[in-house]
């Protein structure tokens, strides 16, 4: 674990697994909480934070992009779109991230 944190690709890994969490429970638990049980103290709290989240995921898959000579049309397309679907960033972790990564 403690390898993620020294290069990009790593960071940007721990990062859309936080974001791919937060997205879950966004969609599944506070936004259900807000319609059906009228309380929308999760999404008030919970919405910026996956924001946050979902932006810097955007600007790291960017950094790494250029760092890693990723193709638009390729590479880079694929991993910002997996961050607007729910288990998306768990996928593409899996079928992209792992390939590439390798600590040194």
Not at 4 to 14: A, D, H, N, S, V
Not at 15 to 41: Q, R, T, W
Not at 50 to 76: C, P, S, Y
Request: with cysteine; net charge positive.
């Amino acid at each position: 674990m403690k390898n993620l944190f020294k290069t990009k690709l790593g960071r940007l890994r721990i990062i859309g697994f936080l974001e791919g969490i937060s997205l879950l429970i966004l969609v599944f638990v506070a936004v259900p909480m807000k319609y059906y049980f009228l309380d929308p103290s999760l999404t008030k709290s919970l919405g910026p934070i996956h924001g946050a989240l979902f932006l810097l995921f955007i600007i790291n898959t960017v950094g790494v992009g250029i760092e890693q000579n990723w193709r638009f049309r390729k590479t880079t397309w694929k991993v910002i779109l997996a961050c607007f679907i729910p288990f998306g960033t768990f996928y593409i972790d899996r079928k992209i991230f792992s390939q590439l990564y390798s600590p040194s």
